[in-house]
Every structure is written in C-alpha cells, then in structure tokens.
C-alpha cells in the first residue's frame, strides 16, 4: 500500500475537500451528496478519481 505523507498527502487532502465541497454545492439530491461525500471521505484518493469521472458538479 502507498505511503501519502508530506506534500502528497497534503495535496490528497486538499483534492478530497474540493471534491466534498463541490458535492454539496452541486444540485444532486440529498442521498447521491450523502453516498459521494462518504466514497470520498473513506477513500480519497481512489473516491476523488470517481468523483472526478462520475461524480455530481457544483452550481455554476
């Protein structure tokens, strides 16, 4: 298993805050928030790439 510390792990931090921010920002209903934030909270670097892919986009 992979190692993230120092300045990876900062910037895995920093990309699973993007994602869960945009999450909620985003129009999905409560349950899709609820689902994607907890992928990414649990798994951030592989549930920040789904999210990347599949996940809902913030409001614009």
């Given at each position: 298993?992979?190692?993230?510390?120092?300045?990876?792990?900062?910037?895995?931090?920093?990309?699973?805050?993007?994602a869960?921010?945009?999450?909620?920002?985003?129009?999905?209903?409560?349950?899709?928030?609820?689902?994607?934030?907890?992928?990414?909270?649990?798994?951030?670097?592989?549930?920040?790439?789904?999210?990347?892919?599949?996940?809902?986009?913030?409001?614009?």
């Open positions: 298993m992979t190692d993230l510390t120092g300045l990876g792990g900062f910037i895995v931090l920093a990309l699973a805050l993007w869960i921010i945009s999450t909620v920002n985003s129009s999905a209903t409560t349950g899709r928030k609820v689902i994607w934030c907890l992928i990414v909270f649990f798994l951030p670097l592989l549930g920040f790439i789904l999210w990347l892919f599949f996940g809902p986009r913030a409001r614009r």
